[in-house]
């Protein structure tokens, strides 16, 4: 597995994954981490189910970050998770050119346009995992890892740990994780907490 750190944002050019208990954990942890890269002058994109992003801006805005001008600017990127995911599937079945198409194309832009980097908070793989479809969610992480091959960023990939709790999901999970090259803890997220250190290797 990927090695662990306390959530407090990170560093460039990584793909980072948490599990999360609660709504109020995602949005505190989300916006620290689009917070931080605001002040360092990355462009950001948010991809999030609108109810995540209700909260996750209320608190990047108190932290400090002008969510509205930031998107008036165009230094802040809003899609909605499920609409763009339904644009990177053909006939029910994730589509690698279209997900170059749509999400490949906009970080292009992102990249070519941001003098400092990119810094990306990812929800489409939580809806994959709320569905069942773990198979989904482990190839929709390869094409955000080939993407990254392709063009320099850092990505937040955050998941309901509620999604993980069958003891058959926990292969997938395991998969999941190695995907990454960071594990995330914050310490209010209990279950997330006890499922990474269920698939944490015996010492």
């Not at 605001?38 to 462009?43: A, K, M, R, T, V």
């Not at 489409?124 to 955000?144: K, N, P």
Request: glycine letters at 8%.
């Amino acid at each position: 597995m990927p090695r662990e750190r306390d959530a407090h944002g990170a560093a460039a050019s990584e793909h980072v994954v948490q599990l999360f208990d609660t709504t109020n954990s995602l949005a505190n942890v989300v916006s620290a981490f689009l917070n931080e890269g605001w002040l360092q002058g990355d462009h950001l994109l948010v991809v999030a189910k609108p109810a995540h992003w209700a909260k996750t801006s209320d608190r990047l805005g108190r932290r400090g970050c002008p969510v509205a001008q930031a998107i008036k600017d165009g230094r802040l990127s809003v899609l909605d998770a499920a609409t763009t995911l339904a644009r990177v599937m053909r006939f029910g079945v994730l589509d690698r050119q279209l997900f170059l198409d749509h999400v490949g194309a906009l970080v292009g832009r992102l990249v070519s346009e941001s003098s400092r980097g990119v810094r990306i908070y990812g929800e489409m793989v939580d809806l994959l995992a709320e569905e069942g479809d773990l198979r989904g969610v482990q190839v929709l992480e390869r094409f955000w890892n080939d993407l990254r091959e392709r063009q320099p960023f850092t990505l937040l990939c955050g998941y309901n740990a509620a999604h993980f709790t069958d003891a058959l999901a926990m292969p997938a999970l395991h998969t999941i994780c190695n995907a990454h090259t960071r594990v995330q803890r914050n310490a209010s997220d209990l279950l997330g907490n006890w499922l990474i250190g269920r698939d944490a290797p015996a010492s």
